[in-house]
């Protein structure tokens, strides 16, 4: 792979600008080539790209193009940075006027060293928000796919499309299906600009000097015109990949676009590792349907404020996982407590979920073509939910983390929108660490609040993922929960069913179909506050549950439970999770305190569930 770095642009408006400032702040960069202006953290523009592209294990050889007129500037640099002055090409020109244009300079090159191998193509007089990308990262992408790469990134706030080449990226192959260069403003709604950050098969490198010759006019010689020809008309294949960061090239802007946009990124590099990053996602309870989320049936869950994962995010010079000093011991008193914590909590803790979610992020974001950056970070987690009882504690933990991640990298939601994440979280449960789990819990906890939820199979089939639909939780009937304080005794829950659903056993088939009526049914109940309608529905769920799994998959410890809260107080009461726990309804909120009392004596841990809020307010837990 060869690289070639691009300076061979007449700053005309910039540098006539800084000759001409009257303030006195710029005067010693009268004459200074723009790629040799100061760039982020002090160094040059063009010092950042060669420290960037020097590396000979990706590169055989790198160039540098400018023009006669700054020719001698770039041969000082290249003695002063131990660049290679026999690779400095100069194209001759002198004036603005008399420029050969970006793909001239780039053919130029290719032909007058006979070059003859992949080409990688960067503007050395570009900013680049993000000083620590992997370029690495961006040729095996590039080597991955069947075309030519063009690096794109999110156009910022006040950033306007008809600047910039703006690309249409197919989401699924990444290939680039439209590009639309410097298009007036109405033209299109996308915000994805490509930059001069191309990579180039040697096998293309000959169209270069076909657009050359439909092109003979400099001001034409321009790559946002050669990708429009590529894409748009030769319909050669061209893949995108995203930086989530930002650039701006400085070309023929003038002092003022220059001194802001650098100020710009510079205060975003030093706020950037200031403050640690943390994320909480929260325990779930399944209201209704589960467990049929599994087997393409229909859920209601909602988060709840009671119990919650935390995780934080902290810049660091190596990549660190801290273990929990709870969750993760390496150390026990005696023989006999590492006995008594290993029954009790087994013997996975929230480590793994961290290295799992880093794992499967760096890999989703090297498929997606996202290039991520090389500063590394510590992660630590922390988390109230109470383990093995069926809360989603796991998937809150992986939650929390990719929220973390995204929030260090600049992911954004269109890069991983909520469906998608959802499907990501369950895949680092299920794909890296064999939990076995439905999508419920995930979708619940990256959308927060109250969801409904629909997993058909033909939605499932048509799209990856199923509808889920946020719904009100202003007003909310008193939910309570109980759990086991030992929940060694809360049964093996998903049992054979999974393998009867897959062999088509009507009874299994046929409970799925029954757990998703009862969800549509639910889900009127809420909307009209019909709370006995509702409560009847859970009792109901529960019954179907139980008929199917049977009572010795249930386990005693559930059952117990159940029993206690309808049979005692007449409350509606079904398992939110997978077992150990229970949730119910209770519409005599006199009761509550009894029933507290009750499942206190019973050896169970009771709360009043408090619904957790998405817009940023606790969800009400009253009467009605």
Request: charged fraction near 20%.
């Amino acid at each position: 792979m060869i690289c070639i770095l691009l300076v061979a642009g007449h700053g005309a408006v910039l540098e006539t600008q800084i000759k001409n400032d009257v303030t006195g702040l710029y005067g010693q960069l009268t004459g200074v080539p723009k790629a040799l202006l100061p760039g982020i953290g002090g160094k040059k523009i063009l010092d950042f790209w060669w420290e960037t592209v020097n590396t000979r294990q990706l590169f055989s050889e790198v160039y540098l193009v400018t023009n006669a007129d700054k020719y001698k500037h770039y041969e000082r640099w290249a003695t002063a940075n131990d660049f290679p002055v026999e690779n400095v090409v100069n194209d001759g020109s002198t004036t603005l006027e008399g420029r050969l244009g970006a793909v001239a300079d780039l053919e130029l090159t290719i032909r007058s060293r006979k070059l003859q191998d992949d080409v990688m193509v960067i503007a050395g007089d570009m900013l680049c928000a993000d000083q620590n990308f992997d370029i690495a990262q961006v040729l095996r992408f590039f080597r991955s796919k069947p075309g030519e790469l063009a690096i794109y990134y999110e156009l910022e706030e006040g950033e306007k499309s008809s600047s910039r080449g703006i690309v249409e990226v197919c989401p699924e192959t990444h290939r680039i299906t439209r590009f639309l260069e410097k298009p007036q403003e109405g033209v299109t709604a996308l915000r994805l600009a490509s930059v001069v950050f191309y990579c180039l098969r040697k096998a293309t490198l000959p169209y270069l000097s076909d657009f050359l010759t439909l092109q003979p006019q400099a001001q034409d010689r321009t790559f946002g015109r050669f990708w429009e020809w590529i894409i748009n008309e030769e319909k050669l294949p061209v893949f995108g990949m995203k930086l989530p960061t930002g650039f701006q090239l400085i070309g023929q802007v003038g002092l003022s676009d220059y001194t802001k946009w650098l100020a710009h990124y510079s205060a975003q590099q030093q706020q950037f590792p200031a403050k640690p990053i943390t994320c909480r996602s929260y325990a779930r309870v399944g209201l209704m349907g589960n467990p049929s989320d599994g087997f393409n049936g229909k859920t209601i869950a909602m988060t709840i404020s009671n119990f919650w994962a935390e995780v934080t995010l902290m810049e660091s010079q190596t990549l660190v996982l801290m273990p929990h000093p709870l969750n993760d011991p390496t150390e026990f008193g005696s023989l006999q407590d590492l006995y008594c914590i290993s029954r009790k909590e087994g013997y996975l803790g929230g480590l793994r979920l961290l290295q799992a979610t880093c794992k499967k992020f760096y890999q989703f974001c090297s498929k997606q073509g996202i290039a991520l950056t090389k500063q590394n970070f510590t992660l630590k987690y922390d988390t109230n939910i109470p383990r093995q009882v069926g809360l989603a504690g796991s998937s809150a933990i992986v939650s929390a983390t990719l929220k973390c991640l995204m929030k260090f990298y600049n992911i954004t939601e269109n890069d991983l929108p909520k469906p998608i994440r959802a499907n990501f979280i369950l895949n680092v449960e299920t794909d890296e660490l064999f939990i076995t789990a439905g999508l419920q819990d995930r979708v619940v906890q990256v959308y927060e609040g109250l969801v409904y939820m629909d997993f058909s199979k033909q939605l499932m089939d048509e799209q990856g993922y199923g509808d889920y639909i946020s719904m009100d939780m202003s007003s909310l009937p008193p939910f309570w929960l109980a759990y086991l304080s030992d929940p060694s005794d809360s049964g093996r829950i998903h049992s054979n069913v999974r393998q009867r659903f897959l062999n088509g056993e009507a009874e299994v088939v046929e409970a799925m179909k029954s757990f998703a009526e009862l969800t549509d049914k639910a889900r009127v109940a809420l909307q009209g506050m019909d709370w006995s309608r509702l409560a009847q529905l859970m009792d109901e769920n529960f019954q179907l549950r139980r008929s199917v799994y049977t009572e010795d998959c249930l386990g005693p410890g559930n059952l117990t439970m159940v029993q206690l809260a309808r049979q005692q107080f007449g409350s509606a009461a079904k398992l939110p999770g997978s077992g150990g726990a229970v949730v119910g309804l209770c519409l005599d909120q006199g009761r509550l305190v009894e029933l507290r009392k009750a499942f206190q004596e019973a050896g169970c841990v009771f709360c009043v569930i408090v619904p957790y809020n998405p817009s940023g307010t606790i969800g009400t837990n009253s009467q009605h």
